[in-house]
């Protein structure tokens, strides 16, 4: 069973609306501007829906014109309020210099007014009003500029974190002044939610979006304010009263009419209340299940149904795949830029530290919620607890699962390597980041690791004492440390060190046997340029003391390589192509080559939660990326035998195959899509 909880971002269609859709299509499907009989049944059921909107909203004598959809709204109320504010100025009007929006306003808004105030030649100043640590408009910056604005846009409730907007504040704000100002107010995540009476403001466009609250994509509303200025986005055949052109889209007009009758009925939507008491209990499950989290919203002053949390040490990217291995969709804030893996812009308009910004995570549910549907997620979330404390991510740990070998941990290209003997209880730390400091004390505190060394490739560092010295394959003597059956050898580099890690004989650490060299940044171009001469000479140094197939780890890894070898250094940048097998593909694929090794990359807390794809007639081997170098050596063995890797939605598999064929192993795969796409090949075929 699929928890989602990311109804900010869309939510399912209600199953009045589904059937509502499939009625118009069948039955109601006229064209409403028709003057024969099934065209005037469309026309009564979209003035039905109309009428039912204008009631729910309050709306007056305002007008509701049926749009697309939110941006649409959007669009269409900026180019009105803009193209009355130039014929003002036309006519000899004072119009003010600003236009002003939420900091924390949706990027459709902003980018909406630069757009329009571009091509309408207008040059007024688009500004930002700034919000406080609440995520509240920031009320007397605002009575300063008031009275030189001439377009103001703020949203009721913010999509990312909830916070409710202070509306009458802002209208007092606006009266005070005396300002001429035009007032957009985005509703899209106030419907159903919130009570609204627009009627009762002095709002002037408020736009609304169908597929926020139950509804298909594809349909929405815009408030127009009796009297407000209007100009058409669309012309043409004379829709909407000449208002909106294009042929309306009447299923999606049904279903948005069958969710307002369900918002009307009493029984399909939850109280404000109710909706509390499920916002609290899934706070209370987080709070249980990873200690220190912090809720970056007040939960007074949001929606009911948001909340917008962080939890420290742990990225935003770590806790969405960890949600999505235990079923549960959740985001890391808008939906419109969740995939560019920024900090929420959001969150640092209202000032919040760094770590927040960039580890938090969205969880919102819509108000037609069920009870069970609350405590299924609420044992999800407490499932992700136990999961982080089988692997050392929690602060209360729990038999955790035996971590040895070489882990990889990245903080913003920044790499930090743990060398781990489990048997020996000892590892060895190289280059720490200051931001996973409390991740790494967690991890060596839960696997009760003696700590023999926290090294760095740049700059030089101290070596533990006592010490022990090894001569490396150029005869050079040099300081080394045991780590369990392995040894450790410092390399100095001129300003920086290498760390040589492998098995030493007699004293001696030849280059066949060095496995793993992490040498900073000696191999990174991006950082050097790969004609400087000081890069060049660091190869020739290394190429002196490891083999050709040793194992490079960086100290940044900014393009995913993950590791590298000289050999590979060598050869000329590129990326392989056709290393993906969609589902259809890979069944086949294994069917011709039974002895395929597919490989899971994705990390242990995934792997606890979920389950593993059907593959009991191959070789399957858990292999997180985060530990990949473990298993790079015995796989490059054996060139010849195919690796098909897999992932949550093969982005890292993908990665993971990137590295192998530029270390020379031809014969890798990704699974395309990762595990989501393969369920649903799996699903339909098992349905056919």
Known sequence: MEIYLDANATTPVLAQARV?????????????????????????????????????????????LFVSGATEGIQTAVLSALSALRERRENGEAIGSLLLYGATEHKAVPETLKHWNQLLGLRLQVQ?????????????????????????????????????????????????????????????????????????????YAPFSGHKLYAPKGIGLLYVREGAPFTPLLAGGGQESSLRSGTENMSGIAALGAVLAALDDGRSFRSHAELEGFRFRLA???????????FNASLALSLPTTLNFSVPGLSSK?????????DVRVSGGSAC?????????????MGLPEWQTASAVRMSFGPAVEE???????????????????TCLSGAD???????????????????????????????????QPELAGRIEQYLRCQGYRVLAVLETSPASDWPQPSTSLTLADGQVVQALQLGGQWLARLPMGQAQAYLLGKAREGRLVAADVTLAFCGDALMPDLIGSADPMREQQLQRLAAVIGPQTLICPAHDFDNRLATTLAAERLPPGRAAGVELNAAQLADFL???????????????????????????????AMPLSRLVNGLQSWLTEPQRPLVFFCRSGNRSGQAVQCLRRLGHANSYSLAGGLALWERHEAFAHSI
């Open 20 to 64: 509502a859709a499939m009625q118009a299509m069948a039955e109601e499907f006229g064209n409403p501007s028709s003057i024969h009989s099934t065209g005037l049944k469309a026309r009564a059921m979209m003035d039905a829906v109309r009428q039912r909107a204008r009631q729910l909203l309050d709306a007056g004598a305002g007008q509701l």
């Open 128 to 204: 930002a009003i700034p919000v406080d640590r609440d995520g509240r408009h920031d009320l007397a910056w605002l009575r300063q500029h008031a009275a030189d604005a001439g377009m103001v846009c703020v949203m009721a409730a913010n999509n990312e974190t909830g916070v409710i907007s202070d509306l009458a504040g802002i209208a007092a704000v606006l009266d005070e002044a005396g300002s001429r100002a035009l007032w957009m107010v985005d509703g899209v995540q106030a419907l159903g939610k919130l009570p609204l009476h627009l009627s009762q403001t002095r709002i002037d």
């Open 284 to 294: 209370e499950a987080l709070q249980a299940a990873f200690p220190g989290v912090v």
């Open 318 to 326: 770590l806790l969405l795949d960890m949600f999505d291995a235990a």
């Open 337 to 349: 830029s969740a995939a560019k893996a920024q900090p929420s812009f959001v969150l640092q308009a």
């Open 372 to 390: 069970a549907f609350i405590a299924e997620a609420v044992a999800r979330i407490h499932a992700c607890g136990q999961a982080m404390r089988r």
């Open 398 to 432: 729990d038999e955790p699962l035996a971590g040895d070998g070489v882990v990889q941990l990245n903080y913003g290209g920044a790499c930090t390597w743990l060398l781990a003997d489990q048997a020996d209880q000892s590892c060895v730390v190289i280059d720490p």
């Open 591 to 621: 069917l011709r080559h039974p002895e395929t090794l597919v490989v899971d990359v994705r990390e242990p807390y995934e792997q606890l939660l979920s389950q593993t794809p059907r593959l009991s007639d191959w070789a399957l081997q």
